[in-house]
């Protein structure tokens, strides 16, 4: 049994019912999954799906992409109370491909880590291109005691400093796909210095389809292909990284609901 800590249901377009999907991953023995919505848009298909899955976890947040506009953040709030979700997120900083400046973005992402903090949730974090802020933000997050709750750097292929830097945080590390690529010898370099207990594994389905389906849409079942690969990256048996998985998962997500 293992989760998946990180997919998004609502973006996807399966071509098919949401239920097959999940049916598939249930087959593939992945008993939770993690589903986020970081569009407010999706907001409401997340809503639906939640309700209509006892599998599923749920976390609303504001991806980096849209700090550009208006937000109602007490509309957030609402949402991640109403549906019981067990993160904030995704948020953070993305100066890869964003419309929004470097400030909006950062302004957005600190409004929600005083949110998160509040509300007592974890964070779920997006970082792409962005190390250097990202580090002093977390940084003085932490320093200021807003990080309590936890975080997790989700699809990590960050630095060795920052990973190590997170873990001294007390957060978390997610791997995706991306560790079964041919090319990122330089991200399992990295996961192999991260303790057990820091880690969790995800799909960010419908993005990044693990080796040996990469280019095909994602989905909660592979998300078996990067487990088996962190086990190996590790040192560990695959049942052992399912075990080690889904005990992090609980300790970050279901403080308060165990
Ligand atoms: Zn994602």
């Known amino acids: 049994m293992t989760i998946d ?30 589903a986020v919505a970081c569009n407010p848009d999706d907001f409401e298909e997340l809503s639906k799906q939640l309700k209509q899955h006892a599998c599923l976890y749920g976390a609303f947040g504001i991806h980096p992409e849209y700090a550009h506009k208006q937000h109602d953040l007490d509309n957030l709030k609402k949402c991640l109370i109403e549906n019981r979700a067990v993160a904030l997120g995704e948020c953070g900083l993305d100066y890869h491909e964003a419309e929004a400046t470097h400030e909006q973005q950062q302004d957005l992402f600190q409004k929600q880590i005083d949110l998160a903090h509040q509300m007592h949730l974890p964070l779920m974090i997006h970082a792409r291109d962005a190390e250097g802020d990202m580090r002093a933000i977390l940084k003085q997050a932490y320093k200021a005691g807003k990080l309590t709750d936890g975080f997790v750097l989700h699809c990590f292929s960050g630095s060795a400093d920052m990973a190590r830097e997170a873990v001294e945080m007390g957060g978390f590390l997610s791997a995706s796909g991306v560790i079964t690529f041919k090319n990122a010898e330089r991200v399992r370099e990295i996961f192999a210095q991260i303790p057990l207990a820091n880690l969790l ?58």
């Open 5 to 34: 800590s990180h997919c998004h249901l609502d973006q996807a377009d399966y071509e098919e019912p949401v239920d097959f999907v999940i049916q598939r991953a249930e087959a593939a023995g992945v008993d939770h999954i993690m």
């Open 201 to 258: 594994v995800e799909t960010d389905a419908p993005y990044l389809a693990p080796h040996p389906l990469r280019g095909k849409p994602n989905e909660p079942a592979y998300v078996q292909y990067t487990l088996a690969k962190l086990a190996e990256i590790k040192g560990v048996s695959v049942k052992e990284m399912e075990k080690i998985t889904t005990e992090n998962f609980g300790r970050l997500y279901l403080k308060g609901q165990q």
